[in-house]
Protein backbone atom coordinates (compact mmCIF):
# COMPACT_ATOMS: atom_id res chain seq x y z
CA UNK A 1 0.00 0.00 0.00
CA UNK A 2 1.12 3.81 -0.55
CA UNK A 3 2.62 5.01 2.17
CA UNK A 4 4.42 8.67 2.92
CA UNK A 5 5.81 8.32 6.59
CA UNK A 6 7.83 11.57 7.29
CA UNK A 7 10.75 12.51 9.66
CA UNK A 8 9.89 13.44 13.27
CA UNK A 9 9.28 16.18 15.16
CA UNK A 10 12.19 19.58 15.48
CA UNK A 11 12.83 22.14 17.58
CA UNK A 12 14.91 24.83 15.90
CA UNK A 13 16.03 28.36 17.06
CA UNK A 14 15.19 31.67 14.91
CA UNK A 15 17.56 31.77 11.75
CA UNK A 16 18.54 28.13 11.63
CA UNK A 17 17.45 25.85 8.70
CA UNK A 18 15.42 22.54 9.08
CA UNK A 19 15.23 19.67 6.74
CA UNK A 20 12.40 17.22 6.87
CA UNK A 21 12.33 14.13 4.85
CA UNK A 22 9.38 11.89 3.87
CA UNK A 23 10.00 8.16 2.71
CA UNK A 24 7.68 6.83 0.29
CA UNK A 25 7.01 3.55 -0.81
CA UNK A 26 3.76 1.26 -2.40
CA UNK A 27 4.43 2.98 -5.77
CA UNK A 28 6.62 4.01 -8.29
CA UNK A 29 8.22 6.65 -6.86
CA UNK A 30 9.72 8.61 -10.14
CA UNK A 31 5.84 8.30 -11.51
CA UNK A 32 4.50 10.74 -9.18
CA UNK A 33 5.73 14.53 -7.97
CA UNK A 34 5.25 15.50 -4.33
CA UNK A 35 4.04 18.55 -2.86
CA UNK A 36 4.97 19.63 0.57
CA UNK A 37 1.96 21.55 2.49
CA UNK A 38 2.30 23.62 5.86
CA UNK A 39 -0.29 24.58 8.39
CA UNK A 40 0.52 26.95 11.52
CA UNK A 41 -1.52 25.93 14.37
CA UNK A 42 -5.56 26.95 13.86
CA UNK A 43 -4.49 28.00 10.85
CA UNK A 44 -5.51 26.44 7.38
CA UNK A 45 -3.40 24.60 4.89
CA UNK A 46 -0.55 26.29 2.64
CA UNK A 47 1.68 24.86 -0.05
CA UNK A 48 5.19 26.03 -0.33
CA UNK A 49 5.86 23.89 -3.45
CA UNK A 50 6.48 20.67 -5.50
CA UNK A 51 9.50 18.55 -6.71
CA UNK A 52 9.10 16.04 -9.66
CA UNK A 53 10.08 12.92 -8.18
CA UNK A 54 10.75 11.73 -12.10
CA UNK A 55 13.56 14.95 -13.27
CA UNK A 56 14.23 16.86 -10.06
CA UNK A 57 11.91 19.75 -11.10
CA UNK A 58 10.76 22.11 -8.73
CA UNK A 59 7.68 24.51 -8.17
CA UNK A 60 8.19 27.30 -5.61
CA UNK A 61 5.11 29.30 -4.37
CA UNK A 62 6.25 32.77 -4.49
CA UNK A 63 6.44 33.48 -0.58
CA UNK A 64 9.39 30.79 -0.07
CA UNK A 65 11.45 31.66 -3.12
CA UNK A 66 14.79 31.52 -1.92
CA UNK A 67 14.43 30.10 1.27
CA UNK A 68 13.29 26.82 0.49
CA UNK A 69 15.16 23.76 -1.22
CA UNK A 70 12.97 20.39 -2.26
CA UNK A 71 15.23 17.32 -3.47
CA UNK A 72 14.65 13.71 -4.06
CA UNK A 73 16.66 10.71 -3.50
CA UNK A 74 15.37 8.00 -5.63
CA UNK A 75 17.96 5.71 -4.42
CA UNK A 76 15.79 6.26 -1.03
CA UNK A 77 12.85 7.03 -2.59
CA UNK A 78 12.61 9.88 -0.27
CA UNK A 79 11.62 13.44 -0.72
CA UNK A 80 13.03 15.95 1.21
CA UNK A 81 12.15 19.75 2.24
CA UNK A 82 14.63 22.09 3.61
CA UNK A 83 13.91 25.51 5.06
CA UNK A 84 16.40 28.02 5.90
CA UNK A 85 16.46 31.44 7.96
CA UNK A 86 13.66 30.30 10.09
CA UNK A 87 11.62 32.62 12.48
CA UNK A 88 8.34 31.62 14.60
CA UNK A 89 6.15 31.99 11.72
CA UNK A 90 7.32 29.33 10.77
CA UNK A 91 5.92 27.10 13.49
CA UNK A 92 3.99 24.74 11.63
CA UNK A 93 3.33 21.10 11.12
CA UNK A 94 4.43 19.98 7.60
CA UNK A 95 2.82 17.77 5.48
CA UNK A 96 4.33 16.05 1.96
CA UNK A 97 1.75 14.72 -0.37
CA UNK A 98 1.59 12.80 -3.40
CA UNK A 99 0.63 13.99 -6.63
CA UNK A 100 1.04 15.67 -9.81
CA UNK A 101 -1.69 18.41 -8.86
CA UNK A 102 -4.46 17.00 -6.80
CA UNK A 103 -2.45 15.10 -3.81
CA UNK A 104 -4.19 11.42 -2.88
CA UNK A 105 -1.89 10.37 -0.61
CA UNK A 106 -0.45 12.36 2.35
CA UNK A 107 2.41 11.77 5.29
CA UNK A 108 1.31 12.04 8.81
CA UNK A 109 3.00 15.25 9.47
CA UNK A 110 6.09 16.69 11.00
CA UNK A 111 5.74 19.26 13.52
CA UNK A 112 8.65 22.12 13.58
CA UNK A 113 8.83 24.32 16.68
CA UNK A 114 10.82 27.87 16.06
CA UNK A 115 11.36 28.81 19.25
CA UNK A 116 14.88 30.92 21.31
CA UNK B 1 -0.77 34.09 -8.34
CA UNK B 2 -4.35 32.91 -8.27
CA UNK B 3 -6.35 33.49 -5.59
CA UNK B 4 -8.93 30.76 -3.89
CA UNK B 5 -11.78 32.29 -1.71
CA UNK B 6 -14.39 29.79 -0.06
CA UNK B 7 -17.06 30.58 1.76
CA UNK B 8 -18.97 30.01 4.25
CA UNK B 9 -15.45 29.80 6.44
CA UNK B 10 -17.74 28.22 9.24
CA UNK B 11 -21.41 26.44 8.43
CA UNK B 12 -23.36 25.09 11.34
CA UNK B 13 -25.81 22.13 10.28
CA UNK B 14 -27.35 18.69 11.96
CA UNK B 15 -26.91 15.09 10.62
CA UNK B 16 -29.39 14.70 7.79
CA UNK B 17 -28.77 18.23 6.14
CA UNK B 18 -27.79 19.05 2.51
CA UNK B 19 -24.53 21.11 2.92
CA UNK B 20 -22.92 23.22 -0.06
CA UNK B 21 -19.84 24.76 0.31
CA UNK B 22 -18.66 26.96 -2.18
CA UNK B 23 -14.98 27.98 -3.68
CA UNK B 24 -14.12 30.79 -6.15
CA UNK B 25 -10.81 31.33 -8.03
CA UNK B 26 -9.43 34.55 -9.12
CA UNK B 27 -8.47 33.52 -12.59
CA UNK B 28 -9.90 31.05 -14.81
CA UNK B 29 -8.65 27.41 -13.63
CA UNK B 30 -11.24 25.48 -16.27
CA UNK B 31 -11.91 22.44 -13.80
CA UNK B 32 -8.21 21.65 -12.29
CA UNK B 33 -9.51 21.69 -8.29
CA UNK B 34 -9.73 19.43 -5.43
CA UNK B 35 -11.51 19.52 -2.16
CA UNK B 36 -10.10 17.60 0.86
CA UNK B 37 -11.67 16.92 3.91
CA UNK B 38 -9.52 17.53 7.11
CA UNK B 39 -10.28 16.37 10.76
CA UNK B 40 -8.23 17.88 13.84
CA UNK B 41 -4.80 16.04 14.06
CA UNK B 42 -4.85 14.38 11.09
CA UNK B 43 -3.38 14.84 7.65
CA UNK B 44 -6.26 16.00 4.70
CA UNK B 45 -8.03 13.11 2.39
CA UNK B 46 -8.91 13.76 -0.96
CA UNK B 47 -12.45 13.70 -1.49
CA UNK B 48 -12.64 15.20 -5.31
CA UNK B 49 -10.17 16.26 -8.00
CA UNK B 50 -10.75 17.75 -11.28
CA UNK B 51 -13.48 19.63 -10.08
CA UNK B 52 -16.05 16.56 -9.71
CA UNK B 53 -14.46 13.20 -9.85
CA UNK B 54 -15.15 10.90 -6.47
CA UNK B 55 -12.19 9.70 -5.54
CA UNK B 56 -12.28 5.91 -4.99
CA UNK B 57 -13.32 4.97 -1.75
CA UNK B 58 -15.43 8.41 -0.52
CA UNK B 59 -19.18 7.86 -0.09
CA UNK B 60 -21.22 9.10 -3.33
CA UNK B 61 -22.87 11.73 -0.28
CA UNK B 62 -20.18 13.80 -1.49
CA UNK B 63 -20.40 15.42 -4.75
CA UNK B 64 -18.71 18.56 -6.87
CA UNK B 65 -19.01 20.64 -9.68
CA UNK B 66 -17.94 23.68 -11.22
CA UNK B 67 -15.91 24.95 -13.93
CA UNK B 68 -13.48 28.38 -14.87
CA UNK B 69 -13.65 30.56 -11.51
CA UNK B 70 -16.90 28.90 -9.34
CA UNK B 71 -17.04 25.54 -7.72
CA UNK B 72 -19.20 23.71 -5.23
CA UNK B 73 -18.87 20.88 -2.45
CA UNK B 74 -21.70 19.27 -1.86
CA UNK B 75 -22.92 16.57 0.88
CA UNK B 76 -26.59 15.13 0.35
CA UNK B 77 -27.13 14.63 3.71
CA UNK B 78 -24.45 15.35 6.50
CA UNK B 79 -23.57 11.97 8.61
CA UNK B 80 -21.59 12.29 12.02
CA UNK B 81 -18.70 11.51 10.40
CA UNK B 82 -18.86 14.53 8.03
CA UNK B 83 -17.89 17.13 10.54
CA UNK B 84 -14.60 18.60 9.78
CA UNK B 85 -12.62 21.21 8.06
CA UNK B 86 -12.87 21.61 4.01
CA UNK B 87 -10.27 22.77 1.66
CA UNK B 88 -10.49 23.44 -1.97
CA UNK B 89 -7.14 23.75 -3.90
CA UNK B 90 -6.76 24.47 -7.61
CA UNK B 91 -3.77 22.82 -9.44
CA UNK B 92 -3.76 25.23 -12.74
CA UNK B 93 -0.28 25.98 -14.07
CA UNK B 94 2.22 25.30 -11.60
CA UNK B 95 1.83 27.51 -8.61
CA UNK B 96 -1.23 26.11 -6.66
CA UNK B 97 -3.16 27.14 -3.59
CA UNK B 98 -5.71 26.06 -1.13
CA UNK B 99 -8.86 27.94 0.15
CA UNK B 100 -8.80 29.20 3.52
CA UNK B 101 -10.87 25.97 4.76
CA UNK B 102 -14.66 26.13 5.47
CA UNK B 103 -15.32 24.41 8.96
CA UNK B 104 -18.53 21.93 9.24
CA UNK B 105 -20.06 21.85 12.95
CA UNK B 106 -22.84 20.92 15.03
CA UNK B 107 -26.04 23.25 14.89
Known amino acids: QVQLVQSGA??????????VSCK????????????WVRQAPG???EWMGWISAYNG???YAQKFQGRVTMTTDTSTTTAYMELRSLTSDDTAVYYCARGNGHH????????????? | ???MTQSPSTLSASVGDRVTITCRASQYISAWLAWYQQKPGKAPKLLIHQASRLES??????????????FTLTISSLQPDDFATYYCQH???YLWTFGQGTKVEVK
Do not use: H, M
Open chain 1, 10 to 19: EVEKPGASVK
Open chain 1, 104 to 116: DYWGQGTLVTVSS
Open chain 1, 57 to 59: NTN
Open chain 2, 57 to 70: GVPSRFSGSGSGTE
Open chain 1, 24 to 35: ASGYTFGSYGVS
Open chain 2, 91 to 93: YNG
Open chain 2, 1 to 3: DIQ
Open chain 1, 43 to 45: QGL
